[in-house]
């Protein structure tokens, strides 16, 4: 029986090798696009996979997370990085005070075992911890990432912090903070 333990990370259990055998390759073939105000579901045919600069870029990233102050988890089986999520340190806008969830990612061997659930409510509570009462996240638009964080409870964001936005083709996401945390 695989045991997997959650912790956060530091500034040392961040270097630039620390996913080199992590799988990640996204094979995209519905897509949320807005249309007039409205998302509407679409075909795409589009692949992301990570190549080792990718990797060691995302490490670099995850240390600019801790350097802002921010949280970085790390699910592990043994010692073996399977998942991780990130919240940079800034809080930000108008109507809410909004923590942003720049990354949430599991190794593809490892997805549909409730890791992902498991890291965003960490996420959330780390985010809680710093002050914030939502949860930002500018997600890639795709169907399948778009429907974990409905599940989780999200909601198309109230309000859009710039800052926060990766592309103007994601969807942003809002996750309230003061709703607890219940079972998908």
């Given at each position: 029986?695989?045991?997997?333990?959650?912790?956060?990370?530091?500034?040392?259990?961040?270097h630039p090798?620390?996913l080199?055998?992590?799988?990640?390759?996204?094979?995209?073939?519905?897509?949320?696009?807005k249309?007039?105000?409205?998302?509407?579901?679409?075909?795409?045919?589009?692949?992301?996979?990570?190549?080792?600069?990718?990797?060691?870029?995302?490490?670099?990233?995850l240390?600019?997370?801790l350097?802002?102050?921010?949280?970085?988890l790390g699910?592990?089986e043994?010692?073996?990085?399977?998942?991780?999520?990130?919240?940079?340190?800034?809080?930000?806008?108008?109507?809410?005070?909004?923590?942003?969830?720049?990354?949430?990612?599991?190794?593809?061997?490892?997805k549909?075992?409730?890791?992902?659930?498991?890291?965003?409510?960490?996420?959330c509570?780390?985010?809680?911890?710093m002050?914030?009462?939502?949860?930002?996240?500018?997600a890639?638009p795709?169907?399948e990432?778009?429907?974990?964080y409905?599940?989780?409870?999200?909601?198309?964001?109230?309000?859009?912090?710039?800052?926060?936005?990766?592309?103007?083709f994601?969807?942003?996401?809002?996750?309230?903070?003061?709703?607890?945390?219940e079972?998908?």
């Amino acid at each position: 029986m695989e045991k997997i333990s959650l912790r956060r990370l530091n500034i040392s259990d961040l270097h630039p090798q620390m996913l080199i055998d992590f799988h990640h390759i996204q094979s995209i073939t519905s897509k949320w696009v807005k249309k007039d105000g409205a998302w509407e579901l679409e075909k795409a045919s589009a692949l992301r996979q990570w190549d080792e600069a990718k990797k060691v870029w995302m490490a670099q990233y995850l240390r600019q997370q801790l350097d802002r102050n921010g949280c970085v988890l790390g699910a592990f089986e043994n010692n073996r990085l399977i998942g991780f999520a990130a919240v940079d340190g800034g809080i930000k806008g108008q109507s809410g005070k909004y923590a942003n969830l720049t990354l949430l990612f599991i190794d593809d061997n490892w997805k549909r075992r409730g890791i992902g659930t498991k890291l965003f409510r960490q996420a959330c509570l780390c985010a809680a911890g710093m002050g914030a009462d939502k949860l930002f996240i500018s997600a890639v638009p795709s169907y399948e990432t778009v429907a974990f964080y409905f599940k989780m409870g999200c909601l198309d964001a109230e309000e859009v912090i710039d800052e926060f936005v990766d592309t103007e083709f994601d969807r942003y996401l809002e996750y309230s903070l003061n709703q607890g945390y219940e079972e998908p």
